[in-house]
Every structure is written in C-alpha cells, then in structure tokens.
C-alpha cells in the first residue's frame, strides 16, 4: 500500500518533488458535499478518466471536516480509496498538497503513465 509521501517504485527526486508541489497540477476534483458512496464513485471516475487522457499529477480536495469532530470522513476515506482496486492500479504516489493547495485538506496525487 501507498501512504502520503510514501511511495514503493517511485524515485526518491520525484517524490520529493510531489511533496513540494513542483509537479504541475493538470486537473482537479473537489469533493465538498458529497456522501461517501457519491465520493468514492466521483473519485473513481476521476482517475480513470485522467490517467485515459494522460494526465501525471492531479489534486483531490477532501477538506479537511469539521475540526469539533475530528477529521473528516473523506479526509481518512480518500487514501484508502486510492489504495483500493481498480485505484491502485492507476496511482503511483500521493501525498498532502501544500498550503497554497490546501494543505491537508487536499492530496497530490501522481498517476502512472498509461502504457500503450
């Protein structure tokens, strides 16, 4: 399994370079208001559709739930999506987006290239 930051069979250069946000960000998903079943399906699709276009990094706004009752549900669901069939095959790495992207609210995530 992948985990923010961590990535087996990713170069050292190239993570780092996913955690400082010097990837170009080509497309976004923003996941405020919607259910875990609606999210997970968005999510999905998403990648699938962004890896079939060639797209190599793309940010996943999760928020980051309301702070009274702790994390948010899609703030700790998302990476385990992204861990779970048929995600996995199409992800490389991921990890907490930089402030200006929104911070641990949002992911970097690094998709594989499509292999033709």
């Known amino acids: 399994d992948i985990d923010h930051g961590k990535a087996p069979g990713l170069d050292h250069r190239s993570a780092k370079r996913l955690k400082?946000?010097?990837?170009?960000?080509?497309?976004?998903?923003?996941l405020h208001g919607c259910n875990q079943h609606e999210a997970q399906s968005l999510l999905t699709s998403?990648?699938?559709?962004?890896?079939?276009?060639?797209?190599?990094?793309?940010?996943i706004i999760t928020g980051k739930g309301q702070i009274t009752k702790g994390s948010g549900?899609?703030?700790?669901?998302?990476?385990?999506?992204?861990?779970?069939?048929?995600?996995?095959?199409?992800?490389?790495?991921?990890?907490?987006?930089?402030?200006?992207?929104?911070?641990?609210?949002?992911?970097?995530?690094?998709l594989r290239r499509q292999r033709q």
């Open 20 to 30: 400082r946000g010097q990837i170009k960000i080509e497309d976004s998903l923003d």
């Open 46 to 59: 998403f990648i699938a559709s962004s890896q079939n276009a060639g797209k190599r990094c793309v940010l």
């Open 73 to 110: 549900v899609l703030r700790t669901n998302v990476p385990g999506w992204l861990n779970q069939s048929p995600n996995r095959a199409k992800v490389l790495s991921f990890t907490y987006a930089l402030p200006k992207d929104g911070g641990t609210g949002a992911l970097y995530v690094l």
